[in-house]
């Protein structure tokens, strides 16, 4: 079965840089959501999207921001990157009343 | 083996036993609820959902218990195999809402 597929695996930048990160979900899921893991701690939601529409906001840093397009691929967009973004990033992908599926995150290194 | 989710986050069982994760989650409007297992530099993987007008779930070895009066949410391992070892989050949703909150994670080791 198709799941959520997320690029880059892994990323390395330096501060101040931007990255963007993609995530194209299970096929026929209307809602992503964006999460950000730091090491040893609990997945801390960002943002999500239903129907490429903003539904929710989380903890998203202002130098962060998100779309989801016409094709239901989303990206997060990372400006003025700090140390302290390193972590894995996580898409997950639900039908409105679902379970959330997730991918297999994007590794971001800021040096 | 038990665990008592923020005041021990680690469990260690013997494989073969049953495991049981507890998560005392926070949010009484909260109507839907999935427990994760993630393993290292994984990304977190569903494995079994229950919804608010039940108090009890059963999947493949895995059974969900859900008890709303003091918001409790309990995941039982049958016959616990090495590849359990993981870590488990409990996470909950309201059905307002298009977020999932995820618990204090429980690290679960399994003992050959």
């Known amino acids: 079965a198709a799941g959520v597929i997320q690029s880059p695996r892994h990323l390395i930048k330096e501060k101040r840089e931007t990255a963007t990160l993609k995530c194209y979900p299970i096929?026929?899921?209307?809602?992503v959501y964006w999460y950000q893991q730091g090491p040893g701690q609990d997945p801390q939601f960002l943002i999500s999207f239903y129907e490429k529409m903003q539904s929710d906001k989380g903890s998203i840093p202002d130098r962060f921001s998100a779309q989801q397009f016409s094709d239901y691929h989303s990206e997060l967009n990372m400006s003025s990157l700090e140390l302290g973004d390193s972590a894995l990033y996580f898409c997950?992908?639900?039908?409105?009343?679902?379970?959330?599926?997730f991918g297999q995150g994007t590794r971001l290194t800021v040096v | 083996g038990e665990s008592v989710g923020l005041h021990l986050p680690t469990l260690s069982v013997q494989e073969g036993d049953n495991s049981i994760i507890n998560c005392a989650y926070s949010n009484s409007a909260s109507d839907y609820f999935i427990w994760y297992k993630q393993e290292s530099g994984k990304g977190p993987q569903f494995i079994i959902d229950i919804r608010s007008n039940m108090d009890k779930r059963q999947g493949q070895r895995v059974t969900v218990l859900l008890n709303k009066t003091v918001k409790h949410l309990s995941l039982q391992i049958a016959a616990t195999q090495p590849g359990d070892s993981a870590v488990y989050f409990c996470?909950?949703?309201?059905?307002?809402?298009?977020?999932?909150?995820f618990g204090t994670g429980t690290s679960l080791t399994v003992i050959p």
């Open positions: 996470a909950e949703n309201m059905n307002t809402g298009n977020q999932f909150y």
């Open positions: 096929p026929r899921h209307d809602t």
């Open positions: 997950a992908s639900s039908l409105r009343t679902g379970g959330a599926f």
